[in-house]
């Protein structure tokens, strides 16, 4: 084992704390059976089509007004739903979940499909054509790290 700061030749203990000690990703960490769970993952990932077998953009609509958020986020919504030719997966729009943050209410909008050139095109032109106030922000993530 390498890593550990000259005690390479050492046991150690490793100490997980975790609700549910019956989830197989804690079991294969148990058994330290990283191919078992690289298995389960990659396949679980195909199905439902998730990254590296698509990307996952998120496209997020604040504002200090709930409503206006949500008018917003839906008319980006139709907009992108006129233009979709099938190679994206739109899904409706929903408040975050942390919906308020910093007063700034948030709802989103979830794409899944494979985030070539033409398609970020295509949702950057929907987004730059939507008139917005001065408080109301638009951020797009692809693949993000975090979905709150």
Known sequence: MHG??????????????????????????????????YDQEINLRR??????FCDIIKLEVTDLEEEI?????????EKLLKLNDNKMNIYAPMPSPI??????????????CLAVNNIIKQINEVVDSTKINGATRISIDINPNNMS
């Open 4 to 37: 550990r700061a000259g005690r390479e030749g050492l046991d150690g203990n490793v100490i997980i704390q975790t609700y549910n000690p019956e989830s197989f990703p804690i079991e294969c960490a148990k058994e330290q059976d990283y191919l078992k769970f």
């Open 99 to 112: 919906s308020k943050i910093k007063n700034r209410y948030r709802f989103r909008i979830i794409i899944k």
């Open 69 to 77: 958020a949500n008018n917003t986020i839906n008319l980006i919504y």
């Open 47 to 52: 199905v439902l089509k998730y990254p590296p």
